[in-house]
């Protein structure tokens, strides 16, 4: 995106001007040089013999320097990794479209291999031809091109009884944001025809867990997207290959992959994953259900617990993501005293609906102890909560669906932690 | 839902910029066939619609739990280790640690018999006759105290049966109940007077750390050493590591230890092996073979193969290879809900990968 950054006035000015407060402190925290540098005055290996040629990695991977960027587990989560979460690594990405090979992975019946050649799509029901695709069937229909962020209710699920889990990846990773390219599955309804009293679609997968979900036939035929490419290329295995449905701003439970069938019916099925799960427990017992859309959220990346500010004192950029399953982040707002006072951050780039946005704080900081706090607002006027906002209206058991304001305490040597404040 | 209007408006508009135009039907695909249709349209509606005929008693169906479901779930579906247990916890909603069951959260019983006729058990899904679905779900039932031993749960009476929670639930009013305090003014300065640490994560320690004690994929220091050309490859020596588990050319056949692993792949739910190997659902398979059955400190045995064990059976190529063949012929009152490898050659190849994890 060229556009112009929406809001660079206000921090663009805090920033000069905290540059002049901070000069003094700036120049401690530079490392002065005690004598010419030997990178640059020897010659270095690298700069006398040859690199890798080409085709070393046929399929690039990360080169080996970055290789604690990778999606990661919390054991205790759950009885067995082939029904459980990773978290996305965060804290250590930029932009906003999440590489598939860190993207965070949900698996109910562990991740199953499944060709081309072996799909099969069948859409029953309420329509007045009952179809079967094969792979190559849906590449003959129009493709659209979308990018949209897909977060499980879940994330930040363990934050409800208070702060737990150090990192960003642990507390928000839940979370992934691709460019999808693939058919609206309004295209695929209309193949088969959908019937007047098809009033809901409830859609599953071939594995062995199928995940099954009901979907209303008004969201269905909206902006639901039957996808087989990610950020350029086939999706990967662990997230539904070949084909996976795209839920735009809707909780990721409801994005089946592997999907195998869509039946058009008159009533939602009330199966395993709308009842006894993806369900948010009220104080008084009883529970929300078909809870969806996805509320406004932001949290800080960097820095945060796994990516401590090591640079000192001085400038510093204060980063993160931000979205919201009600359409466009029209404003993040970044506090560095525990939500007091509150600056207005730069967005990245113009937000887009359904998708992740990304913000940037510039701070001179001054190396004292920050609270650092982003806050999302959306296109509905929506102002992300505290977490105590929510716990006084949902309580402490409602697992799912936690979009508060998070914190992380960064201290003077620039190591952060995640705590709640008053 | 009137947003749905004001999107599918917005839609149209748009999609004269992006969207394909579709004026009519392609005619792309083929009609499914009935018998396609049979074989994947097999979801449960709360009103009991897509029941196949069957019928099973709870007496029956309470064996048919013990060998399918009781290896995760318990004998009393009070659920195992982190599994999720399936009754009790009736009253339970309102605590701090609400236990949510069959009996004490789930809305409709429609959808226990399609989660466990299409899902489970866990790892063999689809293995079980509709008999078998209505003999589990009337076992739940009676473990809920629902249902008399004598129930038989059959497609007839099936909608009788009303969970105890069937109005706990009420549709998402988040844009009634929260919106009206949240879409507010966003407070920019003097938004409270003082600010205190109320909670700390370190207090209760539990992210996964590494080796340095920072929680795990904390972004490693490249701001003072340089890191140099010539440092050791650490990609490298992970490689001689995992080389150096795996036997040498000369031993097994890499190829069936390959075709085991692939085949483990079945038992791996409940059992662990290699580095870190621990106890799950099953016992872990490091350093299998001489192992006395039933002897492994710390898991909890079935009294059967405790039993086993201390008549003198050793784990060797033949007595697993009889095990595999019909575990619960050769260990009758196992609690491993696996019933056994069809093919030879799969036993085979697993020993040969189980092998491996044998000094």
């Given at each position: 995106m060229s556009e112009e950054p929406k809001t660079p006035g206000t921090s663009r000015r805090a920033f000069l001007r905290g540059s002049a407060l901070a000069a003094g402190a700036l120049a401690a925290g530079r490392a002065s040089a005690a004598g010419p540098d030997p990178l640059i005055t020897e010659v270095q290996p690298w700069a006398q013999v040859f690199g890798d040629g080409v085709?070393?990695?046929?399929y690039g991977m990360p080169i080996?320097?970055?290789?604690?960027v990778v999606r990661r587990n919390?054991?205790?989560?759950?009885?067995?990794v082939t029904s459980s979460i990773n978290f996305t690594p965060i804290h250590a990405l930029e932009g906003t479209i999440t590489p598939q090979g860190c993207a965070f992975e949900r698996h109910h019946s562990g991740a199953i291999e499944m060709s081309k050649q072996d799909y099969r799509l069948m859409i029953n029901g309420l329509v007045d031809q009952p179809l079967v695709f094969t792979y190559a069937d849906l590449e003959r229909f129009p493709r659209t091109v979308q990018t949209n962020f897909c977060e499980c209710?879940?994330?930040?699920?363990?934050?409800w009884g208070g702060?737990?889990?150090?990192?960003a990846q642990f507390t928000h990773g839940m979370i992934h944001n691709m460019e999808y390219t693939g058919v609206s599955l309004r295209t695929l309804l209309d193949e088969a025809g959908v019937q007047p009293e098809g009033t809901w679609v409830y859609i599953e997968g071939a594995?062995?867990?199928?995940n099954g979900r009901s979907i209303p036939i008004q969201k269905a035929l909206d902006d639901v997207l039957v996808a087989f490419f990610a950020n350029g290329e086939a999706l990967r295995k662990e997230h539904g290959y070949p084909v996976r449905l795209v839920v735009p701003g809707?909780?990721?439970?409801?994005?089946?992959?592997?999907l195998r069938r869509i039946e058009v019916t008159?009533?939602?099925?009330?199966a395993r994953e709308e009842t006894s799960k993806y369900t948010d427990l009220m104080p008084d017992g009883r529970a929300r259900k078909w809870t969806w859309e996805m509320d406004a959220k932001s949290v800080?990346?960097?820095?945060s617990p796994q990516a401590?500010?090591?640079?000192?004192?001085?400038p510093m950029v204060i980063t993160g993501l931000a979205w919201t399953g009600?359409?466009?982040?029209t404003r993040v707002d970044v506090s560095l005293d525990g939500g007091k006072s509150w600056q207005e951050a730069r967005l990245a780039s113009e937000p887009q609906s359904m998708a992740l946005t990304r913000f940037h704080f510039d701070h001179v900081w001054d190396g004292s102890e920050m609270l650092l706090q982003s806050r999302a607002i959306d296109e509905t006027g929506y102002v992300q909560p505290t977490k105590d906002e929510l716990r006084e209206i949902?309580?402490?058991?409602?697992?799912?669906?936690?979009?508060g304001i998070q914190t992380w305490w960064v201290k003077p040597d620039g190591e952060a932690e995640n705590v709640e404040v008053s | 839902m009137s947003k749905y209007r004001d999107l599918l408006i917005g839609a149209a508009i748009l999609s004269a910029l992006a969207a394909p135009a579709m004026a009519?039907?392609?005619?792309i695909g083929r009609p499914a066939l009935p018998e396609e249709i049979a074989a994947w349209d097999v979801n449960v509606m709360?009103?009991?619609?897509g029941l196949p005929q069957g019928a099973m008693s709870v007496e029956d169906g309470e064996q048919v739990f013990v060998d399918n479901?009781?290896?995760?779930?318990g004998d009393f579906a009070?659920?195992?280790?982190?599994w999720p247990p399936l009754a009790g916890g009736r009253?339970?909603?309102?605590?701090t640690r609400p236990v949510k069951t069959v009996?004490?959260?789930?809305?409709?019983?429609s959808t226990v018999w399609d989660y466990v006729h299409r899902?489970?058990?866990?790892?063999?899904?689809?293995?079980?006759t509709p008999d078998e679905v209505y003999g589990i779900t009337a076992y739940i039932l009676y473990s809920e105290g629902?249902?008399?031993?004598d129930f038989v749960l059959s497609k007839e009476n099936f909608t009788e049966v009303r969970l105890?929670?069937?109005?706990?639930f009420y549709v998402d009013d988040r844009v009634e109940a929260e919106f009206p305090t949240f879409q507010r003014e966003a407070c920019m300065?003097?938004?409270?007077d003082a600010v205190e640490?109320?909670?700390?994560?370190s207090d209760l320690a539990v992210t996964p750390t590494n080796d340095a004690g920072k929680p795990e994929g904390t972004i490693p220091d490249f701001t003072t050493a340089a890191a140099g050309g010539?440092?050791?490859e650490p990609a490298v020596a992970t490689e001689d590591d995992s080389a150096a588990a795996t036997p040498a050319s000369?031993?097994?056949d890499p190829e069936l230890i390959a075709a085991g692993e692939q085949a483990f792949r079945q038992c791996q739910t409940c059992h662990d092996v290699g580095d870190g190997a621990r106890n799950k659902t099953g016992p872990h398979l490091?350093?299998?073979?001489?192992r006395l059955a039933g002897?492994?400190?710390g898991f909890r045995y079935s009294r059967q193969f405790v039993a086993a064990g201390e008549e003198g059976l050793v784990w060797t190529e033949e007595t697993l290879h009889d095990f595999l063949m019909q575990p619960r012929d050769y260990?009758?009152?196992?609690?491993?809900s696996f019933r056994g490898f069809r093919d030879d050659a799969d036993i085979a190849a697993v020993t040969a990968y189980l092998q491996t994890y044998t000094e």
């Open positions: 085709d070393a990695t046929p080996r320097f970055e290789d604690h919390v054991e205790w989560l759950t009885a067995d209710a879940a994330n930040s699920g363990m934050e702060a737990q889990l150090q990192g594995d062995a867990s199928s809707w909780e990721g439970n409801l994005w089946v992959k592997w008159n009533g939602p099925v009330e800080i990346t960097s820095p401590p500010w090591r640079q000192g004192p001085g009600r359409g466009k982040i949902r309580g402490l058991n409602s697992v799912y669906h936690n979009n | 009519e039907k392609l005619g709360p009103d009991g619609e479901c009781a290896a995760c779930h009070e659920g195992l280790d982190n009253g339970t909603l309102t605590d009996g004490s959260y789930w809305p409709y019983l899902s489970m058990p866990y790892g063999n899904a689809q293995s079980l629902l249902v008399d031993y105890p929670n069937e109005d706990g300065a003097g938004c409270k640490i109320t909670r700390k994560a010539a440092e050791a000369t031993g097994p490091n350093e299998l073979f001489g002897s492994l400190d260990i009758k009152g196992t609690r491993m």
